[in-house]
């Protein structure tokens, strides 16, 4: 039995930017090493229907790489209680409300059980002091802290 729940992937939320990262010079060679992690069943993808809405103005290449990855990607939705928690971390002013869509892709990685989120986006997801508001924010309503990295 644990040699099974060791073999289970990791569910990881990833936003938009790491699919786009895959064709950025930056970014590009770990995160098709992240995607190679996925093809062999390390990690399961986890999007909501927002990174699903923000890859349909991204480049046909970003497009495309996504639909290819479409047999290992789950979506998760975005329930009222990711809504209600996405309004916690706003009303904690971790970011305005101009980038909603970030606290929300936090959220719904939250409210869907997943352990860790990768994103290219250090401003408003990946940055030591917004991570730490986000999880104050977690635990004070009943949810995991959860650990966000880039890929």
């Known amino acids: 039995m644990k040699a099974e729940m060791l073999k289970r992937p990791m569910r990881v939320y990833v936003d938009t930017s790491v699919f786009g990262g895959a064709f950025d010079a930056e970014f590009q060679e770990a995160s098709l090493n992240f995607f ?6 390390e990690f399961r993808l986890v999007i909501s229907s927002t990174v699903s809405d923000e890859l349909r103005d991204a480049p046909e290449a970003v497009r495309v790489f996504f639909r290819e990855l479409g047999s290992y990607v789950e979506v998760a939705e975005i329930d009222p209680a990711a809504i209600e928690l996405q309004a916690a971390y706003l009303a904690a002013h971790i970011v305005g409300p101009r980038w909603d869509a970030d606290a929300l ?3 719904v990685a939250t409210v869907s059980g997943c352990p860790a989120i990768v994103s290219w986006n250090f401003k408003h997801i990946v940055n030591s002091r917004r991570i730490a508001l986000y999880n104050e924010v977690n635990l004070a309503h009943g949810y995991a802290a959860i650990a966000i990295h880039t890929p």
Not at 36 to 41: I, Q, Y
């Open 105 to 107: 892709h936090v959220a």
């Open 36 to 41: 190679d992690m996925v093809r062999s069943g």
